[in-house]
């Protein structure tokens, strides 16, 4: 089992930055692929980013890109989102999610087997 808490979300304006942090317990840490989901109200939940076990590859949608930057600490068992010039449509529960190296090559929610609570992030205009 892989344990997963998350933290950082919160409530800012329209062009503002955010970092989420996701720490892990559990197995080890290294041998998962790490990545960041948000849901929307009303809306499925949709991949945002993800970072291979050795941190060196990286995998964003296209929403995202150029704004956001995920990264992972494997000594200290932690993935952080870096959120940057943040926008109204950016507003979701994010979530921080742990997989298989198979798994993790998708962005189907259901592939990924371990999950945290999610934190909130809202961006006013």
């Known amino acids: 089992q892989v344990q997963l808490v998350e933290s950082g979300g919160g409530l800012v304006q329209a062009g503002a930055s955010l970092r989420l942090s996701c720490a892990a317990s559990?197995?080890?840490?290294?041998?998962?692929?790490m990545g960041w989901f948000r849901q929307a109200p009303g809306k499925e939940r949709e991949f945002v980013a993800r970072v291979r076990e050795s941190g060196g590859s990286t995998y964003y949608t296209n929403s995202v890109k150029g704004r956001f930057t995920i990264s992972r600490d494997n000594a200290k068992n932690t993935v952080y989102l870096q959120m940057n010039s943040l926008k109204p449509e950016d507003t979701a529960v994010y979530y921080c999610a742990a997989s298989t190296p198979i798994g993790g090559e998708t962005v189907i929610p259901t592939h990924w087997g371990y999950w945290g609570q999610g934190t909130q992030v809202t961006v006013s205009s």
């Open positions: 559990g197995r080890t840490f290294s041998n998962y692929v």
